[in-house]
């Protein structure tokens, strides 16, 4: 393997952190785990994260799920009815609007504070999780190490890590907290940067928990208003909110899903 990679690697990303070095190196198998870990355990350290998230990563496992998960992905190719139809739209919709009904007033709070209404809120709830019924049983440090560990997308990954660590720090996760297979957190699978930058914490106890769901809620509403969403203005295709949905997810098929699914839950 060519030494080029992580040099260039860590010139791009000195001129871009003020000084920070990364100097790493990935690897696309298991075999040089271990000693990456010490190594950006002090790169990690350089940058402020503590005592608990250091531990945190030197306490992670090379996640060979993760990497079967990240090397078998497919993009979406389905219609949208197609797409609709395998993610169980109408269940999504039947129970969303159950879900709706029974947290009136959560709902009406988050819609006055972030101007997002319910149906887009839950048919995303719905989406990721099936309404917090399945969350994930991947270990996110780990996941989100390896996957900065692995060479194919070091450079996407590495705040995520960096960010995990820190809400260890922070007590929002542990060591052992668990998540999808590329690490995504709670109810509505948020990566760790965006758990970071946007997570609220909508039940006032003190801390900002993704597996809990009002936490959860209200972090997803919190995210899109942040990402430009319009208090008043329409969701579906051509309105202004339309496009805020593709800061959710890139997946055009996923947007339309999540425009219609609203629409009707809110209906
Ligand atoms: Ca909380």
Known sequence: MSILKPVVVA??????????????????SGGGYEAWKSEIASEAAAQGVGTKGIQALMATHYSKETIAADR?????????DKFMK????DTIIKQGR??????TKLFNALENQYG?????LVAIHGMETAFGGYMGSTNIVSAISTLTYD???????????????????????????T????????HTQFLPDNALKYGVDGDGNGRVDLNNRTDALASTANYLRKKGWKPGQGYQKGQPNYAVLKEW???SVYQEAIAIMGARIDR
């Not at 003020?18 to 100097?23: K, S």
């Not at 078998?72 to 949208?80: A, E, L, V």
């Not at 998540?179 to 709670?186: D, I, M, P, R, T």
Request: with cysteine; hydrophobic share 40%.
């Open 11 to 28: 010139l791009a990303l000195f001129a871009g952190t003020g000084g920070a070095v990364f100097a790493a190196s990935c690897s696309n």
């Open 72 to 80: 078998n992905q497919k993009s979406f190719k389905y219609t949208i």
């Open 86 to 89: 395998v993610r169980g739209a």
């Open 98 to 103: 159950g879900q709706k009904a029974k947290n």
């Open 116 to 120: 997002v209404p319910a149906g887009v």
């Open 151 to 177: 060479c194919r997308r070091s450079d996407f990954f590495r705040p995520h890590m960096m960010a995990a660590l820190i809400l260890v720090d922070r007590g929002s996760i542990t060591a052992q907290s």
């Open 179 to 186: 998540g999808a297979k590329h690490g995504e957190w709670g």
């Open 249 to 251: 997810n890139a997946a």
